[in-house]
Nanobody
C-alpha cells in the first residue's frame, strides 16, 4: 500500500503563491504516476495536474495552465505543486493521488489508486 500526505496549504491573497508537497510512504518503490486534484465546496473534484513517473509527460487543466507547475523528486518520494498568481477561484481542498497504471493518463480520477487526505488552499482578500 501507499500512503500520501499533503502539506503546504494555507490562506493567501490573490496574486500570491503557494507550494504544495505530497510525500508518499509505504510501497514507494513502484513506478507511480502522480496527480493533483482539487475540490471546492459544492463542486465536483477536478484534475489539476498530472505527471508521469519519469516526468516526461505532464498535463494541466486549462484553468491553471501557465500558473501552476507540477514536479517530482523520486529520490524523496515527493511530488510538488507550485501555484503562482493565485485567484479566488483556486480556493479548494487539494488532493494528491498516485497511480500504478502503465497507460497514459487521459483524464478523470478512476485512473488513480491512492489518495491523500487533502490540504486546504484559500485565496481571499
Amino acid at each position: 500500500q501507499v500512503q500520501l500526505v499533503e502539506s503546504g496549504g494555507g490562506l493567501v491573497q490573490p496574486g500570491d503563491s503557494l507550494r504544495l508537497s505530497c510525500v508518499a510512504s509505504g510501497r514507494t518503490f513502484s513506478r507511480y504516476a502522480m496527480g493533483w486534484f482539487r475540490q471546492a465546496p459544492g463542486k465536483e473534484r477536478e484534475s489539476v495536474a498530472h505527471i508521469s513517473w519519469s516526468a516526461t509527460y505532464i498535463d494541466y487543466a486549462d484553468s491553471v495552465k501557465g500558473r501552476f507547475t507540477i514536479s517530482r523528486d523520486n529520490t524523496r518520494n515527493t511530488v510538488f505543486l507550485q501555484m503562482n498568481s493565485l485567484k479566488p477561484e483556486d480556493t479548494a481542498v487539494y488532493y494528491c493521488a498516485a497511480s500504478s497504471s502503465p497507460l497514459r493518463y487521459t483524464g478523470g480520477d478512476n485512473y488513480y489508486d491512492y489518495w491523500g487526505q487533502g490540504t486546504q488552499v484559500t485565496v481571499s482578500s
